[in-house]
C-alpha cells in the first residue's frame, strides 16, 4: 500500500504528463502496475477489505489511486491496464 502514491505518480507522469514518451518506463511501470493491482485483487477474493472484515487507514490509503485509475478517474488508463479483469478490486 505504502507503493501505490510513489508508483501511482511515477506511472502517471511517465504515461500522461511527461513531455517525451519513452517505451521502457511506461513499459516497466505498466506492468509493476498490473503486477500489483493483481496482488490486490487477489487478497480482496479473500478478505472484505485490506485488513479484514473491517474498512481502515489501509483501505483509505489505497482507495483513491487504484480505485481512481480502474473508474478512469486519473490518467485515462483503465482500457491500457484492463481495469475489468481485475474483480475484486475497489468495486
Not at 505504502?2 to 517525451?20: F, Q, R
Not at 503486477?35 to 478478505?47: G, I, T, Y
Not at 489505497?62 to 475489468?84: I, M
Request: hydrophobic content about 35%; overall charge negative.
Amino acid at each position: 500500500m505504502g507503493s501505490a502514491p510513489y508508483l501511482g505518480g511515477g506511472y502517471g507522469h511517465c504515461y500522461s504528463h511527461a513531455p517525451e514518451k519513452f517505451e521502457y518506463p511506461i513499459n516497466r511501470l505498466t506492468m509493476e502496475v498490473k503486477r500489483q493491482l493483481d496482488v490486490l485483487d487477489r487478497h480482496l477474493a479473500d478478505h472484505r477489505y485490506m485488513c479484514g472484515d473491517e474498512y481502515t487507514i489501509a483501505d483509505v490509503a489505497v482507495s483513491p489511486w487504484y480505485g481512481g485509475v480502474l473508474l478512469n478517474r486519473g490518467y485515462d488508463v483503465a482500457e491500457f491496464l484492463d481495469a475489468d479483469s481485475y474483480m475484486h478490486v475497489m468495486r
